[in-house]
């Protein structure tokens, strides 16, 4: 069974520059998880799906960031425009359940220039 | 935010030592989860401990789990070079309107041959 796909893997962008992100997670699982992970420290959560609803995204930085989960699958993380500090790895993790074990990718890794 | 706080922030032990992480967390939660991350890669599953559960026993890893104190610990027997990773807990609570699965800033464990 295939994992959770992320693509792309790496991304180099200059400032005030749009990128997306995009997350096929496992099949079946309804909850889908966009973190935001930062050299040397935990993931952070800015949005969760259950089926296509974004159900929290109160950590989503709205004026900047945007998602979708087309048909409860796939899922697009936007940023737009990107600033310096954006740079970190972006995760998708799926879920059968939330709250439950989640099952990661490999992450994409912005460097914003 | 983050929900759990691990101790150490790093780890550096000789292999066939054991190791023990702690993590403490601030609300109620439906369970606990601990996660390892290897350099550059994405987070992977290792164990899951529900709040009404006191130890449990995965291979090389237990877990244990306090609520009354909000902590979790997790030991690996006879460490490994290959468990050099960085070690997270997650907790996850599925009840009312949470659902999220929330990070710590991890244990960096760097086990020497």
């Known amino acids: 069974e295939a994992g959770v796909v992320q693509s792309p893997r790496y991304k180099i962008i200059e400032k005030k520059q749009p990128v997306a992100f995009w997350c096929n997670p496992i099949?079946?699982?309804?909850?889908l998880y966009w973190y935001r992970q930062n050299l040397g420290q935990g993931p952070e959560l800015l949005i969760r799906?259950?089926?296509?609803?974004?159900?929290?995204d109160s950590q989503l930085p709205k004026d900047r960031f945007s998602a979708e989960r087309l048909k409860g699958v796939d899922s697009t993380l936007k940023i737009q425009p990107a600033e310096l500090g954006d740079s970190a790895v972006y995760l998708c993790a799926s879920s059968p359940m939330r709250g439950t074990e989640a099952f990661f990718g490999q992450g994409t890794r912005l460097t914003v220039v | 935010s983050q929900q759990g706080e691990e101790d150490p922030q790093a780890l550096s032990i000789q292999e066939g030592e054991n190791a023990t992480m702690n993590c403490s967390y601030k609300t109620s939660i439906n369970n606990l989860q601990w996660y390892r991350q290897n350099s550059g890669r994405g987070l992977v599953h290792l164990i899951l401990?529900?709040?009404?559960?006191r130890e449990k026993h995965s291979g090389r890893l237990r877990v244990t789990l306090d609520t009354s104190k909000k902590s979790s610990s997790l030991l690996i027997t006879a460490s490994r070079a290959a468990d050099t990773a960085s070690y997270f807990c997650?907790?996850?609570?599925?009840?009312?309107?949470?659902?999220?699965?929330?990070f710590g800033k991890g244990t960096k464990l760097s086990v020497k041959p």
């Open positions: 099949s079946g699982h309804n909850t």
């Open positions: 997650a907790t996850g609570d599925y009840g009312g309107s949470q659902g999220n699965l929330i």
């Open positions: 401990i529900r709040s009404n559960e």
């Open positions: 799906y259950e089926n296509e609803e974004a159900v929290d």
